[in-house]
Each structure stands twice: as C-alpha cells, then as structure tokens.
C-alpha cells in the first residue's frame, strides 16, 4: 500500500524508508569496526543495530523506545542467569538510592504480610507520619483510601500506601480490641535510622538493625553503647527482613562487636583479596541473632561471623545463602545496573553460598506475632539461649 497524504498547515520532511534504513546501516557499520567492535561483540553489536533499526526504519513511528530499552536490558541481565544482578529503570533507581541513604518518601511504617486481614503493622518511625496520626505496632491495615488489602489484595498493599510527599492517605485500621478507626496520614520525606534498641528484662539489651545502608554502624553503635551504660549484661541482635547494604557499614559493625581477629573475606572479580580484621576492643557481653528466610548478605554475614567468633546462638530460620556483593553502576538513561562483582565469607573463609546459615535454634516465627513484642516466640527462644550461654560462662 502507498502512504496517504494528510492535511496540515505546516510542512513536514520526511525521510523515505530506504533513507532511514540507510542511516540506520551506516551507523551500524561506524560502531561495528576498530574498538568498538572488539568492546561489543557480535551480540553487543546485534543490539545496537537493532535499536537503531527500530529508530529508523520500523513502521511505528510513535513507538516508546525508552519502554523497549527497559525491557531489553532487564532481560540482558536476567539473561546472565544470576538471581543477584538486577536492572532498573529511571524512576526504580532513585527509589532505591533514596532508600540506600535510608531516606524515602511514606508515612513511616513497618509492615508484613502474615494476615490475611491486610497488613500487619511490626513498627512505627519515631515521630513519622504514621505516628503522629495515631497508628501503632499491631495494628493491621485493613483498606486503604476505602480499597480493601483482605486476601490476596495485601500484596498490592504497600504499593497504595506510597504516593507524592504532601499527598494524604486515609488507612482503615483493625485493632487488638476489635476497634476498626480511620486515620489520615499525610506522606512526607523520612529520614529513617537504621537501628532501635530497647532494654528488656534481667539486663538484656535488644537491638533491631534494618539495613546496612549509609549510617547504618553510627546507628547501631549509639544504640548499643546506649544500652550498655544503660547496664545491659548480654544483647539479642535483631536482623530478621533485613536486606544487608554496604561493605563499610558492616566492616565497622564487626569491628565494634567481636574481639581481635578476622572477621570478613572479600573477593572480588578485579583486584586481590581483602581479609577485614577486628582490632582488640569490643563489647564484651554475651550476644544471639535473630535471623529469617529474609536476613540478606550483609545480615546473614554479621550474625555468621558472630556465630564463628564468639559462639553467639543463632535463632530463626534459615537464611537466603547469598554469598554475593553487588555494585550498583548507573546508567545513561537515569536507570543503573546492580552486578555481582564480588563473593565473600566469614573470616575462617566460610562461605553462605547455597546453604545460607542454619539456626541453631530453628523455628518459624509465630502467626500474628510483632517482632520485638513479648508474644515473639523466636525472641524468647534467643533469650532462653542466652541464659544458658551466661550459665556456661
């Protein structure tokens, strides 16, 4: 068929379609010789091509080529066949950045999918959003703006509680007495520490560390050292859901908590192999773990090291078993691209890789608990081990 004209009061060039192909060959060709032939490949250079030929000479002019990238470039790293690198898009990049500066846009809540109500609250940021409008651990969040998180619709749940700072969220809550109160919240940027400790009782310190994001050792260490002076005898560490984040942080981490020795094994792709050592001074009181089927890398390697260094127990569930560290490069088009650059282990050279790390107390946490509450069964099975840890001792 031949194109039909159309009307328009301004003029228009176009390129025939044999001109477009032309282009299209032709920088093709300039970015198939010398070094960038060598530096692509024939696959790289097959992409290239085919997003040029898209460019300039498929039918769909108004086609969404930035959709299309998206799409080939987390296929391109799926197709590596590591279930660790990742790709992502403009608006997924900052999210995550935001996130690794534990800073984001919400209303400051902490939440799991255990109910089938909707989503369990576990914690609330401190003087947040979500706070100041009146939620609390244990609530669960039944409907969102009026739709309804029952069954399956949770999983959609956390997705309906983001939007745009300034922008209000109104939560339907469902409370241990029955209570079924509406509360408003209004979105805002959070600054979000990393870590929370409590004293409970016979002088236990406990500490939840979320992330191992930017500030994640300075939060812990004011933690503990607060709960130190405070009398603690022996600490629970909590590292249930958390992801893991940087290197640094959990250099620091190991340093502060474990005696002289090394602590952690980095090997990377390009570069020699670094053994991180503990200096002499540490804390010096019984520790346990918490961990779950969520403890990601760092996480996992922090409460292995303190397994191997000081026999502290482990209580929980088996771990993810990574085993891999990741940098997160960025890319022209705003997105980024996390690769494994890395593997790493425990200082003895123990590596998580496909095992993960076994409790040694193993147990599920029970259904509706709050991590950190006084019905948190795997917390008081970490407390039973620490008695008999101090009995021993």
Known sequence: MKEQPTQSTQRHFHLPGWAKILIAIVLTLA???????????PGGRSMVKTFL???????????????AVNQSLDAFVKG?????????????YQQVMDNRANRYV?????????????????????????QQAGVRPGDIITAVDGTSLAGEARYSGTDLVTGEAGSQVTLTLLREDGS??????????????????????HQVGYVRLSNFYSGAADSFIKEVDSLLEQGAQSLVIDLRDDPGGYVGELQSI??????EGPVFIHRPRWGREHVYQSDPNWVGVPMAALVNQDTYSAAELL???LQESVGAPIVG??????????????????????????????GNGHSLIGTGLIPDAELPLSSGAIMGGKDDNQLQAALSLLDETKARS
């Open 180 to 201: 079924t109160p509406q509360i408003t919240c209004t979105r805002s940027a959070i600054s979000s520490p990393s870590a929370h400790g409590q004293m409970l009782e």
């Open 106 to 130: 919400g209303i400051g809540i902490t939440v799991t999918l255990d109910r089938e109500e909707g989503l369990l609250v576990q914690s609330v940021v401190q003087e947040g959003p979500a």
């Open 80 to 92: 590596l066949g590591d279930q660790w690198s990742y790709y992502l898009d403009q608006h997924s």
């Open 31 to 41: 970015l198939s010789t010398g070094a960038w032939a060598l530096l692509l490949g």
């Open 303 to 305: 409460a292995a090291q």
């Open 254 to 259: 190991l340093d502060y908590l474990l005696p």
């Open 317 to 346: 569930e088996r771990t993810s078993g990574k085993g891999y560290s990741q940098v997160t490069f960025p890319l022209p088009n705003g997105g980024g691209v996390g690769l494994s650059t890395a593997t790493y282990c425990t």
């Open 53 to 67: 030929l898209a460019r300039f000479a498929f039918v769909d002019i108004n086609v969404d080529l930035d959709h």
